[in-house]
């Protein structure tokens, strides 16, 4: 199966525009980089539009793009529970409840509240933890960018790889989070630009009806109900009705709470983006901006995808996806195949510069995560005071940062390169490290809205929680697991139907485990924090914000409730 | 600092202005349009594009501010 691109001087123009506007506003923004504040938060002065669009971009790599769509056409509509129940919840929830505390603490990152809230060592533990996350992510989309651009376009490994890594080091070298977010802001406008291939595989399937009789017996000769690809609900009755392998129970904690929570709530790449904008009455409104694209999003990446089955079943459509080496087709390579079927040159060089720029912003969104940890909650709190100067002015931060930015790219170049040898290992470590999520939403949680909550037990829960995780994966598989990176290295004592399943309920365990003991081991011991030092940090210790001096519909509930309407409604269309 | 509406209407109106004019001079090409089942995507893409990018420009900071001091 042949998967080049045929790009044409019009493509590379496109392109070549793109890459000038992402190089000139990193060179533009630069002038404003006079401190560390300026460069890794922002200076606190984004307004919450564009905050609310890189959130959303932030979480909208391209390997994401490329997963929805492959699983648009492996689960169907079911895939529409990522953009559903497993985010919108959990963004009106950080909206409403936790944005106040992250924002209005003197926190400026994720670690650093563990640190207020609770300690030292909560802090550490979670600071190192989410920098290797964020240099692996990041060197795992660099090697999926260069594999991508030798298999598609034509281009040199090497050559991919390093000139990617350096445009996303002279953009975020210069403007920091700053550019990092703006250029998210751009990248959500070009993925639109993947628009007109959505319409044509559309129309080519005979629209949302065509395509339910075409896929109906499809769907039948896999053993489900002729509807099963085009509902998300209906079938979830039993785990063994849908092709998640999940039942609604399943999807609702394992998706819907632990996953979507923990993903969106507590992960500072993404919370970041919130924490940077311009007011507190702003920052609450980031993520309700962001969730209102993010439920359309599935039309333009999950719907083309399921539509795919129908192009694959039908030989006239001449539609193939490319093999592996075990003669499986590559599901992530959906989307390829369908701009290279529908596009012509000219809309073809849009769609390509969506996938660079996801691509580049995924890894540009990692580094400028890493780098504030790295200053703030590794280097100032850790390593400075090892070299006798416990203060140090902020522009001593500031090129701590710079550096920092540099050796996160350099890490991350690393990582590909690791991941070039050992992809598997890479994607072991990558599910080991996203393990890291259920337990520190359960710690963060507690810490959050429970003021008897204590430091020692946040840690214990975090760690514990993270060690259930690895035992739980190392007591179970998916079905038809062949290597022991898929989990069961312990023994093989659970057998899940499908991978999806299993990252469920390891999340479900992780995040029980880390609540039950927060909570014992809090009751056990004496409060070390009293009320006042809670202020600010925990739900009953805060004055209650007054939003009287906002217009009512300018204020973070009213659009809430526009969000929940418009959540109930697709949910229900689809259902 | 830099309203993002500026750069984002000046790099939507020059895609949307290269596509337009790529559509145009393809107009008739049906070969070419074959695999869009047709349709003449680039130019209907390109108005699409140029129309958002003449409107986050018009709303810009820069742009305002400039027609506010000619009033």
Request: charged content about 10%; proline content about 4%.
């Amino acid at each position: 199966m042949d998967t080049k691109f045929a790009l044409g001087g019009i493509d590379y123009l496109i392109m070549g525009v793109y890459f000038v506007f992402v190089l000139g506003i990193g060179w533009a923004l630069k002038k404003y980089m006079k401190n560390a504040s300026a460069f890794l938060e922002a200076g606190r002065s984004i307004p919450a539009w564009v905050a609310g669009l890189a959130f959303i971009s932030t979480n909208l790599g391209a390997l994401e793009v490329m997963g929805m769509t492959g699983s648009g056409l492996k689960y169907g509509m079911h895939t529409t529970h990522f953009y559903l129940i497993g985010a919108i919840p959990a963004m009106v929830f950080l909206a409403l409840f936790m944005m106040r505390f992250y924002y209005g603490s003197k926190a400026r990152s994720v670690p650093e509240y563990l640190k207020l809230r609770f300690n030292e060592k909560t802090r550490g533990l979670n600071a190192i933890l989410f920098a290797i996350m964020t240099i692996l992510a990041s060197g795992i989309a660099m090697y999926a960018l260069a594999i991508l651009l030798e298999n598609v376009l034509g281009w040199n490994f090497l050559v991919s790889l390093f000139a990617s890594a350096a445009i996303v080091l002279a953009y975020t070298y210069l403007g920091g989070l700053s550019s990092a977010i703006y250029n998210e802001v751009l990248q959500f406008f070009i993925i639109i630009g993947l628009l007109p291939m959505a319409i044509l595989v559309m129309k080519d399937v005979g629209g949302w009806h065509g395509m339910q009789a075409s896929l109906a017996p499809i769907v039948e000769a896999k053993g489900y109900a002729p509807d099963t690809w085009t509902t998300h609900w209906k079938y979830t009755g039993h785990a063994s009705d849908n092709p998640f392998g999940v039942a609604w129970y399943g999807i609702f904690a394992g998706l819907g709470f632990v996953l979507a929570f923990g993903y969106w709530c507590t992960n500072f790449l993404i919370v970041q983006r919130a924490m940077a904008a311009e007011s507190m009455t702003a920052a609450r409104k980031v993520p309700l901006i962001g969730a209102i694209p993010k439920m359309f999003i599935p039309f333009l990446i999950i719907l083309p995808g399921v539509a795919s089955l129908v192009l694959l079943n039908d030989p006239a459509k001449g539609f193939a996806l490319p093999l592996n080496d075990a003669g499986q087709p590559i599901y992530d390579y959906t989307i390829i195949m369908l701009l290279k079927q529908y596009l012509p040159a000219g809309v073809l060089g849009l769609g390509v510069t969506a996938l660079l720029a996801s691509f580049m912003s995924g890894m540009a969104g990692n580094v400028s995560a890493f780098n504030t940890v790295w200053t703030y909650d590794i280097y100032q709190s850790y390593i400075r005071p090892v070299t006798g100067n416990k203060e140090a002015d902020d522009k001593h931060y500031l090129k701590v940062g710079r550096i920092a930015t540099i050796l996160g790219v350099l890490a991350s170049i690393a990582a590909a390169f690791i991941a070039s040898k050992f992809g598997n290992i890479m994607d072991f470590l990558q599910a080991i490290f996203s393990m890291i999520n259920a337990p520190l939403f359960a710690v963060i949680l507690l810490g959050m809205f429970w003021k008897r909550s204590t430091g020692n037990a946040a840690f214990t829960g975090l760690l514990v929680g993270f060690l259930v995780a690895l035992v739980h994966r190392g007591l179970s598989v998916p079905e038809g697991a062949t290597t022991l990176m898929k989990g069961g290295w312990i023994a093989p004592l659970i057998t899940y139907p499908v991978e999806m399943a299993q990252n469920f309920w390891t999340a479900i365990y992780a995040f029980s485990a880390a609540t039950l003991l927060t909570v014992i081991l809090s009751l056990l011991a004496k409060r070390t924090k009293t009320d006042e030092e809670l202020n600010g940090l925990v739900y009953s210790m805060t004055p209650r914000l007054d939003d009287s001096g906002v217009l009512w519909y300018k204020r973070p509930w009213f659009l809430a409730v526009i969000v929940g309407v418009m959540f109930f409604a697709l949910t229900i269309l689809f259902w | 600092m830099i309203d993002i509406r500026f750069p984002l209407g000046l790099m939507f109106s020059i895609f949307g202005v290269i596509l337009t004019i790529y559509g145009l001079a393809t107009l008739g090409h049906h070969a070419m349009y074959a695999t869009s089942l047709g349709v003449n995507v680039n130019l209907l893409s390109g108005i699409g594009t140029l129309i958002f990018g003449l409107v986050m420009l018009f709303f810009s900071d820069p742009v305002r501010s400039r027609m506010k001091k000619k009033n």
